[in-house]
């Protein structure tokens, strides 16, 4: 089965500081990749997404992600962090076996600090 | 223009009885997925519908769990006999098809569902 691996359900970093969000996937082709944020009750915006081409994905907000095949990974990055990048991650894939369903990990949440 | 709407964005129920959340696509969206999201998880996948019919209801957890689609846009999720593990929020995402064949979701508010 499919599945994807986020690292770290929790992590804090100071304003200004790198932000690394680590996602891995298990698929045996390629898959279609995104990273969502999710503010406090409220619905999931997409930060970007890789289908194909370039590997270095630039989304909103600053973020951006580069697809690794070998590592099977996703991470995304951000060079300085704000405050209201405090938030909760997910990194989903979809695309495997013919299906356009998204497999969610079990999501980042990302705390900043002053 | 508008987005996924959910209604409604809170609902409250006792255990045994029937619930429905409905869920508006972006229009002209063909496509409209429902997941569920437990308290500290990822959202997971329960059904999609392409036009009027679900193409993959494979996450739906058991026969309690229903969706209809009648007219290719609303769409109803009916839960049956509720019990208290269906507390969660229910997502609804609705996408078109991309150029490159990808089908990027965009998703509503959610509807918490509480049963006690």
């Known amino acids: 089965a499919q599945s994807v691996t986020q690292l770290g359900s929790h992590v804090s970093v100071s304003e200004g500081a790198l932000v690394l969000l680590r996602c891995n996937y298990s698929?045996?082709?390629?898959?279609?990749l995104f990273w969502y944020v999710q503010y406090p009750n409220q619905g999931l915006q997409l930060l970007l997404k890789?289908?194909?081409?370039?590997?270095l994905v630039k989304g909103i907000n600053g973020f951006e992600a580069e697809f690794k095949k070998s590592e099977t990974s996703f991470h995304l990055t951000k060079p300085s962090a704000h405050m209201s990048d405090a938030a909760e991650y997910f990194c989903?894939?979809?695309?495997?076996?013919?299906?356009?369903?998204?497999?969610f990990g079990t999501g980042t949440r990302l705390k900043v600090l002053a | 223009g508008a987005g996924v709407s959910q209604t409604p964005s809170n609902k409250v129920t006792e255990k045994g009885k029937y619930v429905e959340l409905r869920c508006d696509p972006i229009?002209?969206?063909?496509?409209l997925y429902w997941y569920r999201q437990s308290l500290g998880q990822g959202p997971e996948f329960l059904i999609y519908?392409?036009?009027?019919?679900?193409?993959?209801d494979s996450g739906l957890p058991n026969d309690r769990f229903f969706a209809v689609r009648p007219e290719g846009s609303v769409s109803t999720l009916k839960i049956q006999r509720t019990e208290r593990g269906d507390s969660a929020v229910y997502l609804c995402?609705?996408?078109?098809?991309?150029?490159?064949?990808?089908?990027?979701?965009?998703f509503g508010p959610g509807t918490r569902l509480t049963v006690t």
């Open positions: 995402a609705s996408s078109a098809l991309g150029g490159t064949g990808v089908r990027e979701q965009y």
């Open positions: 989903a894939v979809s695309g495997f076996s013919g299906t356009y369903k998204y497999i």
């Open positions: 519908f392409q036009g009027t019919g679900a193409a993959d």
């Open positions: 890789y289908t194909t081409g370039a590997t």
């Open positions: 698929s045996s082709v390629p898959p279609y």
């Open positions: 229009s002209g969206h063909t496509a």
